[in-house]
């Protein structure tokens, strides 16, 4: 059984000397590698490895620290040891001694002190716009990492669009001051763990070691500074994280601890991606079955989070991210599809330890009630699901077209209107994401508009995104005007950014190396988002909203906190529109004067006013 040693550099000296360097120690493995006093919940597991280790006998000898339990499970060659760490407890490293026959051997353990304290850890909110990026197609230093304790190494292919390209930790490091430059708050890595996958498994889901980067990104210490580094700059962090399955090469396959950590250990089920089956009043046991606990596909076999032990290791794993790395927010993968109970329990667990800490569930939805179904506090839902943050997919799935229409009244932005109106379905509509597209859609542009007078409907969207409710989430190479759709090969909304690779013939990081169509976007794009991030920040993020149904292709609607109110007017049509203001008097009373954001010009209402083809007004009183 191939298994990546996360051991500590102690554990491995007390082995080699204890036995000396020809002899192998007898954990192979140690999750988590360590841990903290002082923590919320005062039960700690620690999973071991090692070949027959399950017959091996425990005990701990240290202040403050109990050895509750030693479970052993169906293979021999895994041990839960669960220790109960009293709130007084020193930091310190306690020594875990192992009897195994003629055998002995202590191993230590550390237990950390806590840097800060659990309320410091903030999370993200509405005030923040997050930037999804895939780590491996962003952006590269140059130099790869050791990959050598990978079973699976296919190198880099820039050619082909499922394979790996080579993007790190360090190049998204680089490139820092220019997402801050552009105005984003927070940066949402794909998943950056360790994938030893056939094929490579590029875009992270398919998880093969939960407590290390994948090499070829770089490493935990490399994670941590990129995080430390962006925080440094004001940029918050969310870690890409997926407890639905795992991938099918991780030593739990090769090495099942025991058949029910796995749902449908045999791999003969997959999942119906049917997720109405979760809240189906009427549904079968055979839907239902197949929808949480079928595989997500062959390569993904899936957790059993019903199995205590497997819940226990993931919660763990959360918990020591967020300790370890400093990560700001967690977006979890698949949401629906795993075990709806113990990841309230989950979300509950983590949110006890870290209360103003925020997680973002997928909740990938056709309709507003799926997804609302999903958010804590929700009263549809019999169950507490304990879940901050959903996901709205209504903007990707009908954003595209519902923007390029016009006049239609039951089209175009009147779309826009009933969707909002549905927000009576979720129990806190600021602590939805929205976004136009992602890693697993088409963009929102199906091409490059062809010059800048075109640019009318996309100006739109992001306006939508970035002034209306909820938490916005800008997919990587928005700015650029980046488009396309995945049909064929998810790879194809998943480019590289140009000028992020060495040997790049265009660098789109610099003004200089876009083209003037995509300056304007960037501009643009740039403008909103620090008007965003500036002044007015509280008023979006915490304001009111208000909205009126759009007629003749014209939508307004107002956010307003206290005093300040900012007022969003944009004309729908391709073609200009003169419109009598009497409808927005509540909003925008005759004789009021505004600033108009975009452009830095007073605006004084009028009874009538002339939009230009698809104008954008974004007013603020002060």
């Not at 650029?480 to 000028?499: A, H, I, Q, T, W």
């Amino acid at each position: 059984m191939k298994h990546i040693p996360i051991l500590s550099a102690a554990l491995l000296a007390s082995a080699a000397s204890l036995f000396g360097a020809n002899r192998a120690p007898l954990l192979t493995n140690v999750e988590p590698p360590y841990w903290w006093v002082g923590m919320a919940n005062d039960t700690l597991q620690v999973m071991v490895t090692g070949n027959q280790i399950a017959n091996a006998d425990v005990s701990v000898d240290y202040p403050g620290v109990r050895l509750a339990e030693q479970t052993t499970l169906e293979s021999p060659n895994y041990k839960l040891l669960y220790f109960v760490i009293d709130r007084d407890t020193k930091p310190g490293t306690m020594d875990l001694s192992f009897k195994l026959g003629k055998r002995s051997e202590k191993v230590p353990y550390e237990l950390k002190a806590r840097d800060r304290a659990a309320t410091d850890y903030t999370g993200f909110d509405a005030s923040d716009v997050l930037y999804l990026l895939m780590p491996d197609r962003f952006a590269s230093d140059g130099k790869s990492g050791s990959a050598k304790s990978l079973e699976y190494n296919p190198g880099v292919d820039r050619a082909n669009p499922n394979a790996r390209h080579g993007g790190n930790l360090a190049g998204v490091g680089q490139h820092l001051d220019y997402l801050d430059s552009l105005g984003v708050t927070a940066l949402w890595l794909c998943p950056v763990l360790t994938n030893d996958m056939p094929g490579g498994s590029y875009h992270g889901y398919a998880t093969t070691d939960y407590y290390n980067i994948d090499p070829r990104f770089g490493s935990n210490e490399e994670y941590q500074k990129l995080i430390s580094d962006a925080h440094d700059k004001g940029l918050k962090v969310v870690m890409d994280m997926i407890f639905n399955h795992s991938g099918s090469n991780h030593p739990w396959m090769k090495d099942m601890p025991s058949r029910d950590w796995f749902n449908h250990p045999d791999g003969d089920v997959l999942t119906n991606f049917r997720l109405t089956t979760v809240h189906d009043p009427y549904v079968s046991q055979y839907d239902l079955d197949h929808t949480v606990n079928g595989w997500f596909v062959p390569s993904m076999p899936d957790l059993n989070q019903r199995n205590p032990h497997v819940m226990k290791y993931l919660t763990q794993n959360s918990i020591w991210w967020i300790e370890s790395a400093k990560i700001d927010g967690i977006r979890m993968d698949t949401y629906p599809y795993a075990d709806m109970d113990a990841m309230s329990r989950w979300a509950h667990d983590v949110l006890t330890e870290y209360p103003n800490f925020n997680i973002v569930g997928e909740c990938w939805y056709g309709s507003e009630a799926g997804g609302a179904f999903w958010q804590k506090g929700n009263k549809m839902n019999p169950k507490e699901t304990y879940l901050p943050t959903v996901m709205d997919f209504w903007y990707v799935q009908n954003g595209r077209d519902a923007l390029n229409a016009q006049t239609d009244p039951w089209n175009g932005l009147n779309k826009v209107y009933d969707h909002l109106s549905q927000d009576f379905l979720y129990a806190d509509p600021q602590h939805v994401l929205t976004f136009l597209d992602n890693h697993d859609s088409d963009r929102f542009l199906a091409d490059m508009p062809a010059a800048i007078d075109s640019l009318g409907v996309w100006k739109q969207a992001q306006t939508l995104l970035l002034t209306s409710r909820g938490i916005p989430q800008i997919y990587y190479g928005t700015e650029l005007l980046m488009n396309g759709s995945k049909e064929g090969s998810d790879g194809y909304v998943r480019r590289d950014f140009p000028g992020g690779f060495p040997g790049d013939k265009v660098n789109a990081f610099t003004s200089e190396g876009r083209t003037d169509v995509q300056n304007d976007a960037w501009n643009f794009l740039s403008k909103v988002l620090n008007w965003r991030r500036g002044a007015s920040n509280e008023v979006i993020a915490k304001g009111t909203l208000k909205h009126f149904m759009p007629q003749n292709g014209v939508y307004a609607y107002e956010r307003r906190l206290g005093n300040k109110a900012v007022v969003v007017l944009m004309n729908g049509n391709d073609s200009p529109l003169d419109i009598t203001m009497e409808r927005t008097a509540e909003v925008l009373p005759y004789g009021s004067t505004w600033t108009d954001a975009l452009t830095g010009k007073k605006f004084t209402v009028e009874q009538q006013l002339h939009l230009t083809p698809r104008e954008i007004l974004i007013l603020q009183n002060w």
